[in-house]
């Protein structure tokens, strides 16, 4: 048994149950790509490049009404401790989808028929909650590259740990907690855009985790927007980005 809550009430790494990790963000990290961002998540790091709207590749994907996202989330082999397989893992080729699907919520793909967005999502580091920060910098990425959105995508993983919900959880805490939810949100529309669960947890803690992400959320959408203010020179109070 690892004890993942002290006599204190704080968790593995000092923080309160309702504590995010540390996050870093930054916007237009990348020189080849027509978008890009990177973020730190505690011991977590990802980049994340956008590229497009360009011509659809291999052209038999080309749709006529709308654009393709294509979302590649992949874990570089030193970003985790173990020896993890070269190519696509099953977990990636999943995740490439779950990420998809969170994003194309919010890009009007109508806007680009016959056209391709790319995404890709690199975790340099993994310490948990890769695919919830994957959302979020690839969010980040996508507005960096000017892609027109109804809103900015951010995310985070609630969990339980020794029957304490807990926000952001850790890797420690995913491996030996009871339970992992991660929630992506498009907080300024009111929406959520993914909700997973693995593990056991009442409905009344899912509903007491949704509204610890709720907040997390829209406070790490806010780290966004500094990021493309930043990157964009655009000082707080100025024209909306
Ligand atoms: P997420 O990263 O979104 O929380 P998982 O719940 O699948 O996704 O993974 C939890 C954590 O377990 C990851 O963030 C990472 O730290 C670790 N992990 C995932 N896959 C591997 C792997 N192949 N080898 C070692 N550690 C891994």
């Not at 593995?12 to 916007?27: C, F, S, T, V, Y």
């Not at 993890?84 to 109508?110: H, N, Q, W, Y």
């Amino acid at each position: 048994m690892v004890r993942l809550i002290d006599e204190n009430g704080l968790r593995i790494d000092g923080r309160r149950p309702d504590q995010l990790r540390p996050i870093k963000m930054e916007a237009g990290v990348l020189e080849k790509s027509d978008g890009s961002a990177y973020i730190e998540v505690g011991g977590t790091r990802i980049y994340a490049a956008v590229f497009g709207p360009r011509e659809v590749h291999p052209k038999h994907l080309e749709l006529p009404d709308r654009a393709v996202l294509n979302c590649r989330y992949h874990m570089a082999s030193f970003s985790v401790d173990e020896r993890k397989p070269l190519g696509m893992t099953r977990r990636e080729i999943e995740l490439s989808k779950v990420l998809r699907e969170a994003l194309e919520t919010v890009v009007f793909l109508e806007e680009f028929p016959r056209m391709m967005i790319d995404v890709f999502v690199e975790v340099v580091q993994a310490d948990g909650g890769t695919r919830t920060a994957g959302i979020t910098a690839a969010s980040l990425a996508l507005a960096d590259a000017g892609i027109p959105m109804a809103d900015m995508v951010a995310a985070t993983a609630v969990g339980k740990v020794d029957g304490v919900i807990v926000l952001d959880i850790n890797e420690a805490e995913d491996k030996y907690g009871q339970a992992d939810m991660p929630v992506a949100m498009a907080p300024r529309l009111g929406s959520i855009v993914l909700l997973q669960l693995n593990g056991m947890m009442t409905t009344e803690e899912i509903e007491k985790g949704l509204d610890m992400a709720g907040n997390a959320i829209k406070h790490i959408q806010q780290l966004q927007i500094e990021a493309l203010r930043r990157r964009y020179h655009i000082e707080a109070g100025g024209e909306e980005v």
